[in-house]
């Protein structure tokens, strides 16, 4: 039985101002994503600019931020925060949703795609590789804090969360998503990307992805208290199906047009 190694939330301070772990990975997330991008376009694989890049990063950071929390009060604690909404923009406390970060990234995607006279599905096909590694980064973050901790278990690399008020050996659920949801997922899209695919396969496969993934890891991680199950299912699995079964109709009917990408 492991223990958690309580590392101290706060990463270094200047002064008055603290910066935190959890903040710290969001800024990591999105530096990976930039790099990676900037490393697409170098190599010209994609039909985009630097500037096209750090735009789109600074409106998601917005679509991230705004629509993650907004889906962690609607989804996960609409009474809590609506009998203290002023606690809605109490960040530092942490508490976002993934699944409402990316409803606010997709309606960024669709403005941006707008605004340059781009299909929404090549800035999804352009994004969606560079995902998981931000992904990844986020969820080393909720370890480190000691949050989202998985359910109870026999095996050997069971850990003890004392955040979770007890001394019960439990999944490192947290782990599992930054193996699976981060470099899985980002090793079968990275893959998927170096031959041409039809214009909107990818994004559709990194929704398939991301969905079962997160569906399967759920089975590990406890659910909510406040939340529990429905119909055996907790809520991070009930945002997960409809998320993978858009991306296998969307794949499929992308597969059917006669249009692909051409190649670099």
């Known amino acids: ?34 790099l990676l991008g900037r490393w697409r376009i170098n190599r010209g694989e994609v039909d985009f600019t630097a500037r096209d890049l750090e735009d789109l990063i600074f409106y998601s950071v917005i679509g991230v931020v705004v629509g993650g929390r907004l889906g962690y009060v609607l989804f996960y604690k609409a009474g809590e925060y609506l009998a203290q909404p002023l606690h809605i923009f109490y960040l530092w406390e942490g508490g976002m949703s993934f699944h409402g970060g990316l409803i606010g990234v997709l309606v960024v995607f669709f403005l941006f795609a707008r605004s340059k006279g781009k299909s929404f599905w090549e800035v999804g096909d352009f994004i969606a590789p560079l995902i998981p590694l931000g992904l990844a980064a986020g969820r080393l973050g909720n370890f480190i804090n000691g949050e989202l901790w998985g359910r109870p278990t026999d095996a050997p690399w069971g850990m003890v969360f004392p955040q979770a008020g007890d001394n019960v050996a439990r999944h490192p659920s947290q782990l599992y998503e930054m193996a699976l949801e981060g470099l899985v997922l980002f090793a079968l899209l990275w893959w998927f990307t170096r ?70």
């Open 1 to 34: 039985m492991l223990q958690h190694p309580q590392f101290d939330p706060v990463a270094f301070q200047i002064g008055p101002v603290a910066v935190h772990w959890y903040g710290l990975m969001y800024l990591v997330g999105f530096a990976l994503v930039w």
């Open 195 to 264: 031959k041409p695919r039809a214009v909107g396969q990818t994004s559709a496969l990194f929704l398939i992805g991301y969905g079962a993934l997160r569906f399967l890891v759920e089975f590990t991680r406890e659910p909510d208290s406040h939340l529990g199950l429905f119909s055996g299912l907790s809520m991070g699995q009930l945002l997960s199906l409809p998320m993978a079964a858009a991306g296998v109709l969307i794949f499929v009917l992308c597969s059917r047009k006669s249009f692909h990408a051409p190649k670099p």
